[in-house]
């Protein structure tokens, strides 16, 4: 995928100006340069704290799981046991890493940057149970650098860029804070070869789940991620969006984006087949419970500034035959 092209909004000091997003190291370089932190990497700074055994890190990743993300919880749980807790140490590792900006208390381009130094450096951090769990298994997985690099990079992106202009915009985004999880999942569930454009766009499926879903807490934050060709498509502004303008504009714009994603899921449900055997009923439970979201938000009027859109336990149950049937299907097709 060519980072260079691609063009979105970010907010200055004045109105919304276009910029280009960088390429991953750019990127990150330019954190450092906002956060006035060395890119060098120093393992030796200690704080005195107790250190974690790695059982127990893997433990904490888990409580991290059971509390932010109640349906990656209940996918994950049909995983076998080694894969599970890989998984779930990669996700502790990237809601960490989300929060580290969307959680500071201070300077957040300070917060990531130092996260980013923690990340990358030689040596694992013992007092902190995520990073301990992540390099136990980005090592023993042998994944990608690289990539880890591509994820950093998009959550740097909040930092600066608040506005979108089009899809093939907001696409690298979540390709970044999405599609790269997904790719790195694979690496620790294992599949055959042709599976990453699947993963990819299941990646931005979910992500845009997440967008849609959280329409009004983002405009809380001054955030619009819907692209402006979209906005625009349907005469509603960025700032009605910040100001949670709900009328039938916007429902409309809503449908269209709910649309586009059920479509995003169907296009990569011929990827499952090219899984490992026993991973493939996992991700097709997480793909499957969180574009129930999507059916969510449409039961709710699309309105997504002051309803919430979630699935309950049963409700998540209640798709497991569907998800087995979707599966046999991709099989034996």
Known sequence: MSLHPLTSLALGAGRPTIVKPLPAEE????????????????SDERPPHESH??????????????????????????????????????YAFCRITDDTVDMATGDPARALATWVRQVRAARPISHDPVLLAWYDTRTRYNLAPE????????????????????????????????SVVGLLSMGILGHGPGAEPYAIKLGVALQMTNILRDVGEDAKRGRVYLPQEDLDRFGIGADEILAEVYDDR???LMQFEVARTHRLYEESKPGLALLTS????????AAEVYRGILDKLAANNYDAYTRR?????????????KIWWDLYKIRYS
């Open 278 to 285: 026993d991973s493939r009923f996992g991700v097709a439970a």
């Open 147 to 178: 990539l880890v690099s591509e994820l950093l990079a998009g959550v740097a992106m909040d930092l600066t860029i608040h506005r979108y202009a089009t899809f093939a915009d907001l696409w690298l985004y979540c390709y970044r804070v999405a």
């Open 53 to 90: 055994s790695l059982q127990d890190a893997y433990a904490f990743c888990e409580r991290v799981i059971r509390q932010h993300s109640k349906s990656f919880f209940f996918s994950t749980q049909f995983l076998p046991n080694a894969k599970r807790r890989a998984v779930r140490a990669l």
């Open 250 to 252: 916007f429902r409309a």
């Open 27 to 42: 990127q990150l370089a330019q954190l450092f340069h906002l956060s006035e932190l060395s890119t060098a990497v120093g």
């Open 309 to 321: 859109a979630y699935l309950r336990n049963r409700e998540k149950l209640a798709r497991v035959p």
